[in-house]
């Protein structure tokens, strides 16, 4: 893994360096960037997501599900911070086989997913492209220092997860049914990443997009942590492989001090408790005693 | 024109609604989107850009030239807006010819921008794809309900100029000299931009990235106006073509009250008036009283 997306991303941080008083709040590694505006009550959450033809999704994939996806990967990042979505930007480059019809399809399914969320478009970029990509900007609020970041588990905290996990990698590998639903319509959790935040207690929440192998490593290393899971909760006809490697869940993890009161579910989505952070080798995921490889998706692994 | 890149725009625009009391102030349509958080004394200002290979950039093109020009042409949508650059995102995909050393030049160039403008690297997202390509955001701040916008110019105002058009036109052309030089490294008007904020009372103001022809175009349309234009000032061995309707340039356009006193240059760079906002069919420019075809550089022409 010497050119992981983890070690390029580590090495782009380690230049840059937050002036303070810029209002900079938190940079570099986590979903969002957190800003702070002179006087202002709230923070700024800031997440940006690619999502590439034949890479994140096909040609034949319909105009209206992509749209939706691109906008709800970037809502579940504001979700994981337990922030409110107030609007988001779209930069969209356009293979010379999107007419039209399409351009309009992927509109509709973003402006659907934007408009129930309040988070309506208030700007981007247009180009032509050899193949279709967009990049979906995600401008969330949060009170004054009250993000849900990585860093924020401590030793002994409880782990959970939202919802049950594998059914975006089951989905992609049938091509059909609820799984594949899933897959191309992902629901941000972001009423459940606000009732962790303001409710609940989180510690710190990450939302599931490259999985939970990979994700829980990534909360650990900003932690400064190890952590001990059990089997999460798998979708219905996934397997075991799906639930801890598949990515586009788009489901919470979440830490909580270990005497806090867990509902079952909120709003119908289950919580399930899945392991204990502990000390120990940061970044050490331990599955039933054994150390768990994070083959979750990593767009560098094999460069 | 009927599938133009401003036509395109503008189908979006209507289906979007600014939901009152979001702090959305101001969407689609200028060079930033702003927004206002809650308590703040500032407002905030967005923009996003693509840079896309063999659209905008070439894999010839050396990798700390491509970061830089990334950013530039960020910063010189919140130069056009009066403001100050706070920080910025950057999603980046990388083709299989992009090796780290690429990599490793891209950052470099765009973070030394970066920390000559104190627009620290936030956040961001990493992908691979066939081809580089690239979305910058940058976010600037601005006095509350202070941005200099596209909509505010009024008839019988002067419309100016900052430096001298077509360099960068002339630059792609030639390959080499004081021109290429300007074409891979642009220069954000940031100080222009906030001293025709503070100083100068501008009504308007926009960078010109798309050609003189076209981007007037736009202001006028924006401000309900029509515009009277003569000769502008034209970079050393560029063509009149190429000053009206080249390209990349950066420069600021910007109207003034007529009786405004305007030095002759800022900083050391010349201030040039070049015409009049008129009333008359809004978007109509006149060049020494004939109709100019707004020529300049549109991504969806030819679609």
Partial sequence: ???????????????????????????????????????AAEDLLLTTDMLIEDVHFR????AQDVGWKALARGLS???????????????????????????????????????????????GDLAHSDKCMCDIVV?????????????????GNAI?????LGGSALGLARGRGNAWKRHLHPEPRIALGRFLRSEL?????????????????????????SAQIWTPPVFPGATLEQAMHGGEDYELLFTLPARASVPLEFEGLPLARIGTMRRGRPGAVEYDGVPLAPLGYDHFRNV
């Fill in 1 to 39: 893994m010497a050119n992981s997306e983890l070690d390029l991303i580590e090495r782009i941080r380690k230049r840059v360096a937050l002036p303070p008083g810029s209002g900079a709040i938190l940079g570099i590694g986590d979903d969002c960037a957190i800003f702070r505006a002179r006087g």
């Fill in 77 to 123: 990042d504001i979700a994981a911070m337990g922030g409110e979505p107030r609007f988001c930007l779209v930069s969209l480059a356009l293979a010379p086989w999107a007419g039209s019809r399409w351009v309009d399809g992927f509109y509709r399914g973003l402006l659907r997913l934007a408009a129930r969320e309040n988070a309506p478009l208030l700007g």
């Fill in 59 to 62: 040609a034949t994939h319909r």
């Fill in 139 to 155: 401008v969330g609020t949060v009170p004054r220092g009250r993000a849900l970041r990585r860093d924020g588990a401590r030793a």
């Fill in 201 to 225: 207690g989180a510690t710190a929440a990450m939302d599931l997009s490259d999985g939970l192998s990979l994700d829980l490593r990534r909360l650990c290393l900003a932690s400064g942590l």
């Fill in 160 to 164: 959970y997860v939202s919802g049950a």
